[in-house]
């Protein structure tokens, strides 16, 4: 397998810029994971790593070889499309083995690479069928067989999961991750799913309007996010945030929100007294109280079994609470929420985390 560094890496169709200067280090055998809206940007970076798009500006390299002017085929890596990309007059067989047959490879190592494949993605029974005779997770399955009996230096996935239904994609995921497990190959993976991003990637790259915003573990993202947008993309539901004014007194600090209300902080920031500032809390975090607290009024009850998520509105604001309590079912009108000091999270004027 490979580690694949990208530096300084811009995209411009024409005049109009897509990336602004990307920097990323992938280690070997590592499972990378660019998450973000549409049109942030994370495909095209995909696509520039595989050489179906060219580099305006910035280096990339393979195990240490500049491959911005080699063309796909040269640069020994494996994509797997959304749209699975396979042949529909083949065979599973055959469309897993194409690429080996291109490269005159032998006939018995053909045959032992695509067996090895078929079996770690449990293809056997299905290996004489057509493409329109499998289903969507079958079909994704032979795409990801193709790649893999190429033997890589790195595997690419672009939104691979994205045309299956809810159940075929917690299942894929699961595989997904067996697979890198078992293989140890150098992994890209583009989704827009930030719970894919979650489960399968040992670092998340976040991106948005074609800068990455914070990179780290998924654990890093969710407890400590750099800035607001990482806050508000990653978690589901997503982050709450309310503005306000810190307010600093001593060895005390508080936020001032909009209606006046104060809440405690844990400690002292450094931050001047009276500077704007956005309040952030999971909606897990936040704690439904008999005294106290504020008053919210309920939206929307939607229970999900696993849990409850309450829709509310507070100062004016939509906002959002997880629980596992069933007598959340039965809530009335109003009810009464307060915010854990340790669980709050505290991001700048410009949007940026406070620690």
Not at 305 to 319: A, D, M, R, S, V
């Amino acid at each position: 397998m490979a580690s694949i560094d990208i530096t300084g890496i811009r995209k411009s169709y024409g005049t109009f810029p897509v990336l602004h200067g990307v920097d990323l280090s992938i280690r070997d055998g590592e499972f990378i994971v660019l998450v973000g809206p549409s049109g942030c940007g994370k495909s095209t970076l995909l696509r520039m790593i595989a050489g179906l798009e060219e580099v305006t500006a910035g280096e990339i390299r393979i195990e240490g070889r500049r491959v911005n002017d080699l063309p796909p085929k040269d640069r020994d890596i494996a994509m797997v499309f959304q749209s699975y990309a396979l042949y529909p007059h083949m065979s599973v067989a055959e469309n897993m083995s194409y690429s080996l047959r291109l490269r005159k490879t032998a006939k018995e190592k053909i045959a032992a690479a695509v067996g090895a494949a078929a079996t770690k993605l449990g293809l056997e029974p299905y290996m004489e069928r057509r493409p329109k005779a499998l289903s969507g997770g079958q079909r994704q399955r032979v795409a990801m067989g193709r790649a893999i009996v190429r033997q890589p230096k790195a595997f690419l996935f672009d939104e691979p999961l994205s045309n299956l239904d809810a159940r075929l994609r917690e299942q894929m995921r699961a595989e997904i991750k067996k697979l890198h497990a078992d293989l140890g190959a150098t992994s890209i993976y583009v989704t827009h799913d930030q719970i894919e991003a979650m489960t399968l990637a040992d670092r998340i790259v976040a991106m948005h309007g074609g800068v990455v915003q914070q990179v780290g573990s998924p654990l890093d993202l969710y407890d400590r996010p750099a800035n607001l947008f990482v806050a508000g993309f990653i978690g589901s539901p997503g982050m709450n945030f309310l503005e306000g004014r810190y307010l600093l007194s001593g060895d005390h600090a508080d936020v001032r929100l909009k209606d006046g209300t104060l809440v405690a902080m844990k400690r002292p920031v450094s931050l001047e007294s009276g500077s704007a500032v956005t309040l952030g809390i999971r909606p897990e975090h936040v704690t439904i109280v008999d005294e106290g607290g504020m008053v919210a009024d309920v939206d929307l009850v939607e229970p999900t079994g696993f849990g409850i998520i309450l829709h509310l509105t507070l100062h004016g604001l939509p906002f959002k609470i997880f629980t596992l309590d069933r007598e959340a079912l039965t809530a009335g009108p109003t009810m009464r929420v307060a915010f854990p000091t340790h669980c709050l999270h505290l991001f700048d004027g410009d949007g940026k985390r406070v620690d």
